[in-house]
């Protein structure tokens, strides 16, 4: 029997956008799939649903209406509403690639050593940007979110087992749910195909483009995300005043080589001038010896603060 995936679709005054969601999903190649949309309190939610309404006649797709709660609690209440043995999460004025839930599922059924996996990303409308995803360790990922927006596929029962979305959390609250499946179990997989297409609103009106422009907002999330995972950040990085003594050092490694390359620019320029003033040309001959020393110095000092800096990276 093939795996069931359930597709979690929340929705907030998307009429204008959604059918274009359901239909990206509706033209998977992988058909055993069920279609949740939670309707977070919207305003226009005949609307919606009557833009819809073909599929919401078909057995895969389940329409819920919650009062508002924001993003995480709806999607959690899908989650929790869900029969599937897989989770994902496709906003309502997204679209995904007819391929993405059968290669990615593909890869997360035989490799049980991950935890998440996902593609890059293709932006849309206001934007043709194209975001393309590494695979870091967990201690970049703790400082990185390197996986944007949520879009992972994952497994219902790891989902389950971190206590899904965090409900106070109004951004980044992708970041905080993939630190805590990676917690356990580090490993994630990206395919390098854009698979999964963002929408840019040309009106800017999405949340994502209204939290950009509220960085209070940020800085609380970071706070609550710290302070979720305090645990792992201390075991990953030491104690805060370790943190404080290699960011003391990174200082003073700094300093130190912006006043080597200073001094070299200063000597450079110095004999170019010396040059100019003196006309010879075997002095300038000279000049120009002395300079490609001192570009060699330089690409020396360059490589040895690249290699002294990393060690005192968190």
Not at 5 to 17: D, H, K, L, Q
Not at 59 to 66: G, I, L, N, R
Not at 99 to 121: F, G, H, M, W
Request: hydrophobic letters at 40%; proline letters at 1%; aromatic letters at 14%.
């Amino acid at each position: 029997m093939t795996a069931l995936v359930s597709i979690i679709v929340p929705a907030y005054n998307a009429s204008n956008t959604i059918l274009d969601t359901i239909k990206s999903i509706d033209g998977q190649t992988y058909k055993n799939f069920e279609c949740i949309i939670v309707d977070d309190g919207s305003n226009d939610s005949a609307e919606l649903c009557e833009n819809i309404s073909d599929y919401l006649g078909k057995d895969k797709y389940k329409y819920f209406k919650k009062e508002n709660g924001g993003v995480s609690s709806a999607r959690n209440w899908g989650a929790n509403n869900a029969s599937g043995d897989y989770l994902m999460f496709v906003d309502s004025d997204d679209k995904i690639a007819s391929s993405y839930i059968e290669k990615c599922l593909n890869i997360l059924q035989t490799r049980p050593d991950l935890a998440l996996v996902c593609t890059n990303v293709q932006e849309f409308e206001r934007s043709n940007n194209k975001i393309s995803h590494k695979i870091v360790s967990l201690k970049e990922f703790i400082f990185h979110n390197a996986i944007f927006p949520c879009i992972a596929l994952m497994r219902t029962a790891d989902f389950k087992r971190v206590g899904g979305y965090d409900e106070k959390l109004k951004v980044c609250e992708d970041w905080n749910l993939y630190i805590s499946l990676l917690k356990n179990n580090e490993k994630y997989f990206v395919i390098p195909e854009y698979l999964y297409f963002y929408r840019k609103r040309s009106d800017q009106s999405s949340l994502t483009d209204q939290i950009d422009c509220q960085k209070i907002s940020k800085d609380i999330a970071l706070n609550r995300i710290f302070d979720n995972h305090k645990d792992l950040y201390n075991d990953q990085l030491g104690s805060i005043w370790n943190m404080v003594e290699k960011n003391n050092e990174a200082i003073k490694i700094s300093k130190r080589y912006s006043r080597s390359v200073s001094l070299i620019f200063i000597v450079s320029l110095i004999s170019f001038f010396i040059a100019f003033w003196g006309g010879s040309t075997q002095y300038i001959q000279i000049i120009v010896v002395f300079n490609i020393f001192i570009f060699a110095l330089f690409l020396f000092l360059n490589n040895k603060f690249k290699k002294e800096i990393t060690k005192y990276r968190y």
